[in-house]
């Protein structure tokens, strides 16, 4: 018996919780990080008008600027830090969006595309509330760059409960939220220790000392997730 414990939301959620249903195993869905969606300001939406690159550090930073597509067309450059936060955007505003090829983080997308070189470039970098500033400190010191917040993260702790894991079962955790996971950590690492717990992340980001925990760890090879976490629960 295997007892999927998903801690967050992403594409294809519904979809896979229903064949694991169907499967006969049991699945979860208890999102440990709410997202609360900004209202952006008059000077942020004036940047991003006059703005010629355009970088999104996460998928709900892409969400958030659907409603305002007019301000976006195919004379800006759009980047991401990965293939899941590109494909929001392209999905959200409907442009061609880079992304790094071999390690989804924003060193990675800097190298990758030698954005260092950028000069007097009007830059905009769409992120969460306290995210990492890694691509601003960089790029602002031969461009002009704004961030801008489109969102904040709510960690409700509470919502996962010792008894959601399951003993003489295998539970596999599905975790796409690094401080979804984090918190899963800091507050049942007992318990995930004392049961047979496998951990299912996107990328190598997430791998930490926390997560030693884990009997076992499959980080993703590629966006097409959905086929390869179904093949990780069948084989278990």
């Known amino acids: 018996m295997i007892n999927v414990i998903c801690t967050s939301n992403f594409d294809d959620l519904n979809s896979i919780r229903e064949i694991v249903l169907k499967l006969g195993h049991e699945f979860k869905h208890k999102p440990i990080v709410d997202i609360e969606l900004l209202s952006l300001s008059t000077e ?9 690159i355009c970088i999104f550090q996460s998928k709900n930073a892409a969400i958030q600027v659907k409603d305002h597509h007019n301000l976006f067309n195919k004379n800006k450059d759009y980047y991401a830090v990965g293939v899941f936060t590109a494909k929001s955007v392209e999905t959200s505003i409907k442009v061609s969006c ?18 260092k070189n950028m000069v007097d470039k009007k830059v905009v970098i769409f992120k969460g509330e306290g995210g990492l500033s890694t691509i601003k400190n ?16 709510i960690v409700n702790k509470n919502i996962i409960k010792s008894n959601d894991f399951k003993s003489g079962c295998t539970n596999i955790v599905i975790s796409m ?4 996971l984090n918190s899963l950590c800091d507050n ?49």
Do not use: C, W
């Open 188 to 236: 049942h690492f007992e318990i995930i220790k004392t049961m047979d717990s496998i951990l299912i992340v996107p990328n190598d980001r997430f791998i930490n000392e926390k997560i030693k925990v884990f009997r076992k760890i499959y980080v993703l090879k590629s966006s097409q997730y959905k086929k390869e976490i179904l093949n990780i629960i069948k084989s278990t």
């Open 138 to 153: 960089e790029l602002q010191k031969k461009n002009i760059v704004n961030e801008i917040i489109t969102y904040k993260r």
């Open 98 to 115: 880079k992304y790094p090829k071999k390690n989804y983080s924003s060193k990675d997308l800097i190298e990758e595309y030698e954005l």
């Open 177 to 180: 939220s690094k401080d979804a």
């Open 44 to 52: 942020s939406l004036n940047q991003i008008g006059e703005s010629n």
